[in-house]
């Protein structure tokens, strides 16, 4: 909100005038405060002084009222006008504003040089803005310097307090998939009382993983969002968003490295308020505890859906070495009362490097109809002589090829 700087009353009705009065230094002042029910306070500050010099001045700042929340993200701007109503010229006018958080001042002036002189009728105008990053109390703290004709320097200045409250509650969790993926859930709830226009809210993952977002529906043009077209938040409501983080090769390969506390990234949030206002906000990076394998990992880079009864079928698995050792491995495979291994049991593998792996081919069959478990592995460290046993490794569907799937 700009109002004229030759603007010296309003017609505010006598009932709406809220009279504040302080003396300081000689100078008796009087303070009226108008405000409307949207987002304008305006303070007019009259300054008589006893001395020669700016005998009636105009001192405007336009910030949110009082009953309008500003919100963590947002954009906080205000106008500052100070008018020099007296007859005579003032000199080294100096307008300085602050924003005083629960941590730190900042300078919000977009110039700390003074002017030189200010003219009867005349202002110093100035425009502030500043992204709120900090929840809790600000206060804003407007100051004026200046020098009077008779060489006395005055000063004086004005508070405004307001608060800066939480606008949305961000909840994460991680699901770890059989394979190296990570898939991230987000529950963004809007904690105001207003709807929220969600912009965008995206992923932006660490340099080890690539990502895939899984909020659009893909048709033949493009894709659509799983939020609809026009993506509002109501007050209280919680949104979803779903996002698949994968390890980029020269890290999944190197099995030691994703280990313990692994960083995965940061959400980015932006938002528009009922006004327009653009708000955003950008999440700490978040972390996960990545599962441990112990110092043989065994997963399966590939396996059919569906195979056929007592038909021999090919799967592949993949051995890592997770520990700081080499290994010299020994597979053995043990039948189940579903599942067969073809192939020689208790066969060398070699010696395996540290976060070293090797892809290891495998032929078997199921006697079983229905979803049936694959589990008998088991693989022995000549140097230790320690076994490690897999089972449950993954699940197959068996039917018989005689019969129709139907039936």
Not at 61 to 81: A, K, M, Q
Not at 127 to 148: D, F, N
Not at 275 to 293: F, I, K, N, V, W
Not at 375 to 385: E, P, Q, V
Request: include cysteine; glycine fraction near 4%.
């Amino acid at each position: 909100f700009i109002f004229p700087s030759n603007l010296t009353s309003l017609p505010v009705p006598a009932s709406e005038n809220i009279p504040i009065t302080w003396v300081k230094k000689s100078i008796l002042s009087k303070c009226t405060v108008y405000g409307d029910i949207y987002h304008t306070l305006i303070i007019f500050t009259e300054k008589k002084s006893v001395v020669s010099g700016l005998q009636w001045a105009l001192f405007m700042c336009v910030v949110p009222c009082l009953c309008v929340n500003i919100f963590l993200g947002e954009t906080f701007s205000s106008y500052i006008s100070v008018h020099n109503d007296s007859s005579q010229v003032v000199k080294d006018i100096l307008v300085k504003a602050d924003l005083q958080t629960s941590s730190q001042r900042l300078n919000l002036s977009a110039s700390n040089n003074a002017v030189t002189e200010l003219k009867p009728e005349s202002c110093v105008d100035d425009v502030i803005h500043h992204e709120v990053k900090e929840i809790g109390t600000h206060i804003l703290v407007c100051a004026v310097s200046y020098t009077t004709q008779a060489g006395e320097k005055l000063y004086f200045r004005k508070f405004f307090k307001f608060q800066v409250l939480k606008p949305l509650d961000v909840k994460t969790k991680f699901y770890n998939a059989e394979t190296d993926e990570v898939f991230l859930e987000a529950q963004i709830q809007n904690i105001t009382t207003s709807s929220m226009f969600m912009e965008k809210v995206s992923l932006e993952p660490s340099m080890m993983y690539n990502i895939a977002e899984l909020n659009t529906v893909e048709t033949e043009d493009e894709g659509t969002s799983t939020f609809g077209k026009m993506s509002y938040l109501q007050p209280m409501d919680t949104r979803q968003y779903l996002y698949c983080l994968k390890p980029k090769p020269e890290f999944a390969e190197k099995a030691g490295i994703i280990k313990g506390v692994t960083v995965i990234g940061k959400l980015d949030i932006v938002w528009k308020t009922n006004l327009g206002e653009r708000g955003r906000l950008q999440t700490s990076q978040l972390q996960r505890m990545a599962p441990g394998y112990g110092d043989v990992r065994l997963s399966l880079e590939m396996i059919p859906d569906t195979v056929n009864l007592e038909e021999p079928f090919d799967i592949t698995c993949k051995i890592t070495n997770c520990s700081e050792r080499t290994m010299d491995l020994v597979l053995e495979m043990c039948n189940t009362c579903s599942i067969h291994w073809c192939g020689v049991s208790g066969r060398q593998l070699g010696k395996v490097s540290p976060s070293a792996s090797l892809a290891l081919p495998l032929k078997l069959l199921s006697s079983v109809q229905g979803l049936q478990s694959i589990s008998g592995l088991r693989l022995t460290d000549s140097f230790l002589k320690r076994t490690y046993e897999y089972d449950d490794i993954a699940q197959v569907c068996v039917v018989c090829p005689y019969m129709s799937r139907e039936s």
